[in-house]
């Protein structure tokens, strides 16, 4: 298998990362760091820190420019670093020393990766916000639907009590719209610019760093952090702590579409997916288990990033390093996760007879926790939870059904007691609830 199934030629279909695998390419990281190199050097000019001359051939030249990654190569494997390596490369291209000097005046290496960072990752929360939400039309749709289709809810892999495939949807859309609903406070406080020099005093950027820090933040569409974050990745940890709970929460949804699509079960159907390629009867349940499997990759991933946020004193470049070795890779995950969540949520269907089914073939017993606080009205409630257990055992020991056997004890329960449909509790309103959130969200 290839280092990466992510950008494999034969397996990147089963992991789909759209633009999102864009924003991560060896280019995509040069033309973010000249971007803000071309911008800082305008910001400075407008402070008088740099001759304003030599900022317009700066900010032109960051946006004419091409400079190859693969020329880097060298300088990068020897400094640790790729920034030293693409300024002598920008300088020489620009083909004037006396421009060519002022740039990337006072600024360190991590500023100028941290921050083109940060305008990738801000393009790639915004494609994130447009599969969550894609994902949420669909489910806030399917619940909506089937908010009345009543459906077997299991715990402990067991029949528990009557619910409806609606409410189970709504379980899935919860938290998928809850990341999405947190998405602008995350924006705001988390996707920062990074400006303050060589060990974070911003000692060689001018007599007012604050102000350059404050306005490259604004024309850069960032956020101002106040600070020097070189040894504060919080920003990070909380992206990446969004990140892994959106994809742990489309794992969630894969892995109960697992169960339910199992043989003996077939409650939902996915497509025409998922060939054998042996036995032509099946149709595995591709796609939920991509989900399963890359939200235990996201939660891996995120356990290393948050061990990468001890850095030691003011830069540390082994927990730097270990940022560059699992952010991305957290990224493609979460965009992989939501793209099939989308397609899924956009396209299963649920099978309503087999979901009666499952209902009628437990005899009644599904019903048992009912059964019992009907009985709590003719007697004490330990006594009614005795009581329905001898029935229940009863009707396991002779195959009889559980209402047979319990309206002939207790003539007097009420006529819709065993109607499953009838006995979702706040299900349908769950159901309601959720659709009715995504569209007013």
Request: glycine share 8%.
């Amino acid at each position: 298998m290839p280092a990466t199934p992510f950008d494999s030629a034969h397996l990147h279909p089963l992991f789909p990362t759209g633009d999102v695998a864009r924003l991560f390419s060896d280019t995509a990281e040069v033309r973010a760091m000249m971007l803000v190199e071309g911008t800082l050097a305008q910001v400075q000019a407008a402070h008088g820190v740099i001759p304003e001359v030599s900022a317009k051939a700066i900010h032109r030249a960051s946006l004419e420019l091409q400079i190859d990654p693969g020329g880097l190569a060298q300088a990068t494997g020897e400094n640790g670093v790729s920034t030293p390596a693409l300024v002598a490369a920008f300088r020489s291209l620009m083909q004037a020393p006396e421009h060519a000097q002022y740039l990337h005046w006072g600024a360190t290496s991590q500023d100028i990766q941290d921050t083109a960072l940060m305008l990738r990752l801000r393009q790639a929360l915004a494609q994130f916000e447009t599969l969550l939400t894609g994902t949420l039309t669909g489910l806030g749709a399917l619940a909506k639907a089937h908010a009345e289709t009543p459906m077997a809810a299991r715990t402990y892999g067991q029949h528990a009590t009557p619910t409806t495939f609606g409410a189970q949807v709504a379980q899935w859309g919860w938290p998928l719209l809850t990341a999405r609903n947190t998405l602008p406070e995350l924006k705001q406080t988390c996707l920062l610019v990074s400006l303050s020099g060589a060990a974070g005093t911003a000692s060689a950027l001018g007599p007012d760093p604050a102000a350059i820090r404050a306005d490259l933040a604004a024309k850069l569409a960032l956020h101002d952090p106040g600070h020097s974050w070189h040894g504060d990745r919080t920003p990070i940890l909380r992206l990446a702590d969004w990140m892994t709970r959106a994809t742990l929460a489309a794992g969630k949804m894969g892995q109960d579409l697992i169960l339910a699509t199992q043989s003996g079960i077939g409650e939902i159907t996915l497509g025409g997916t998922g060939a054998s390629s042996t036995m032509p009867q099946k149709q595995n349940p591709v796609a939920p288990s991509v989900l399963v499997a890359l939200a235990r990759h996201a939660q891996g991933l995120n356990a290393t990033l948050q061990g990468a946020a001890i850095h030691a004193q003011q830069r540390d470049g082994a927990a730097w390093f270990t940022e560059w070795l699992t952010l991305p890779q957290l990224v493609l995950t979460c965009a992989a996760a939501l793209t099939h969540a989308q397609t899924l949520a956009q396209s299963i269907e649920a099978d309503a007879q087999a979901m009666r089914t499952t209902l009628d073939a437990t005899g009644g017993l599904i019903l048992a926790e009912a059964l019992s606080f009907a009985l709590a009205t003719q007697m004490p409630r330990p006594a009614a939870q005795t009581a329905a257990k001898d029935l229940c055992n009863t009707a396991r020991d002779t195959g009889q059904p559980l209402e047979q056997i319990a309206r002939a004890a207790y003539p007097d329960l009420p006529a819709d007691l065993f109607d499953t449909a009838r006995q979702t509790g706040q299900a349908p309103a769950e159901a309601r609830g959720f659709a009715k959130a995504v569209t007013e969200s």
